[in-house]
């Protein structure tokens, strides 16, 4: 093949040993890449991440939630046993064929089990071994127990999330595990370049906790200078305003509105004529539009409460207000554009569900197509026979001793 036409990153072996979401994701999206990545699983204790519980009459897949569908997919499943000896040889053995290796498990897990980046250098000193912990492997916060709820209050996360008064709300859908899968990514890849040059490999430590803080730079940055904690600001901003999500004609049904600059206020005053009290002089700057956003968020919800949704959407971005209105799945999933986001995928026979993509276009080099996700076990004899060379009839033994299940 036509090295500008592979994908970016084939002939890449990553082998993932990770749970939940933080380390499978940070090795799905190399997978997205192109990376062979094999996942080490277990029949004795399944993951049964997912928050979408399926209907009896479901015709899909229901050997994995939809959730870890998703962060499986692109991958392939081998089962070992990692309490057993002659299993964690087996381990070792693919972690020493492998380029990366991605864990997320509490720290000195992996070292108790003899699978350590110590351990494993020692026959692949080029190994780029990833860490995904919640507070690192380092540091007094090492031995703590991480939950995505705990990480985001712990973090400050909470504080960007609802207005002054409300109870601190978690961000949904696991924001932390992305946010480090997100670094975790970036770190490999970083990894990956310098190998290149140097030959060398990379014990890369990641704290989850540490990346949510470091979303929070600007929060942070401005309260270290001004000795002010910021307020929560539900869905306003000190960059504009107006802006808020307005309720609109029908149950339950609202449009996000963002006033980004004096020309586009003149613009909402313009659309809105028959609104004097929004030509007061005190709104004219934002200053004054700040200090009086809660009078006029009232005047703007007088107009929109008489409109659906999507006409006030369209109303105001003729205008050359940024505006739109708040989509729930069932309107995600009927875009006409849907296919640039989603690709459907034949998993079982004549079942079609919908995988997201990887939201990035390369102009030459053509990311992996979507595949689906691995059944537990699937690839174990192939992958012993290709990654280690093992015969069948030693894949087999192996089977026999319980290394492998």
Known sequence: MDPLRAAPLAGVRVLDIGHIVAGPYTSRLLADLGADVVKIESRSRREGLGRTRLPAGYKGRRDRSPHMLMINRNKRSVTIDLKSPSGVAIASRLGAVADVLIENFSAGVMDRLGLGYESLRASNPGLIYLSASGYGHNGPRRDWTSMN??????????????????????????????????????????????????????????????????????????????????????????????????????????????????????????????????????????????????????????????????????????AGIPARRMRRTKDILADPQIERVFAPIEDPPGHWPLMPKLPIEFSRSPVTEVSRSPHIGEHTSVILQEWLGLSTTQVADLDNEGALF
């Open 149 to 318: 709820l705990n990480l985001q209050a712990y973090s400050g996360l909470m504080m960007t999330t609802g207005a002054e008064g409300d109870p601190p709300t978690t961000v949904s859908a696991s924001l932390n595990d992305y946010l480090g899968a997100l670094h975790g990514c970036v770190a490999v890849l970083n990894a990956l370049y310098e190998r290149k040059v140097t030959g060398h490999g990379a014990n890369l430590d990641l704290s989850q906790f540490e990346c949510s803080i470091a979303s929070l730079g600007a929060l942070l940055m401005a309260s270290s200078v001004n000795k002010v904690v910021p307020p929560r600001m539900g869905n306003r901003s000190e960059d504009a305003a107006p802006q808020g999500c307005y309720r609109c004609l029908g149950d339950d049904q609202w449009c996000a509105v963002s006033v980004r600059n004096d020309e586009q206020w003149k613009a909402l005053v313009a659309l809105l004529r028959a609104y004097p009290e929004l030509r007061d002089a005190r709104f004219a700057c934002l200053e004054g539009r700040l200090a009086h956003h809660d009078d006029i968020d009232a005047a703007i919800e007088r107009w929109t409460v008489q409109l659906p949704d999507v006409e006030v959407e369209e109303r105001l971005t003729l």
